[in-house]
Nanobody
Framework: QVQLVESGGGSVQAGGSLRLSCAAS?????????MGWYRQAPGKQRELVAD???????NYAGSVKGRFTISRDNTKKMVYLQMNSLKPEDTAVYYC????????WGQGTQVTVSS
């Protein structure tokens, strides 16, 4: 099993920045191939924001490309999401995700961007 705990959410005005962190633990973490961030806004489906492979290859949703940066520290078992130039449409619950033979999810952290 893998346990994921997010932190760093909060409220910010449009144009501001936030940094989300996800701490991973568990006996099978070494078998995790990809980690990422998803988000879910009220009334909408959960969507991929960004992910990163164990080798460091990144992938971003078009709506956040150029504004958000995903990174990971394998030694510390951490994954981060630096969010700059935030927009009200970025408001959502953000979930950390880890994928190997199974998918694991954190409990989510709220990000609210006001105009």
């Amino acid at each position: 099993q893998v346990q994921l705990v997010e932190s760093g959410g909060g409220s910010v005005q449009a144009g501001g920045s936030l940094r989300l962190s996800c701490a991973a633990s568990g006996s099978i973490f070494t078998f995790i191939l990809k980690m990422g961030w998803y988000r879910q806004a009220p009334g909408k489906q959960r969507e991929l924001v960004a992910d990163i492979t164990s080798g460091g290859a990144t992938n971003y949703a078009g709506s956040v490309k150029g504004r958000f940066t995903i990174s990971r520290d394998n030694t510390k078992k951490m994954v981060y999401l630096q969010m700059n130039s935030l927009k009200p449409e970025d408001t959502a619950v953000y979930y950390c995700n880890a994928e190997g033979s199974s998918k694991f999810w954190g409990q989510g952290t709220q990000v609210t961007v006001s105009s």
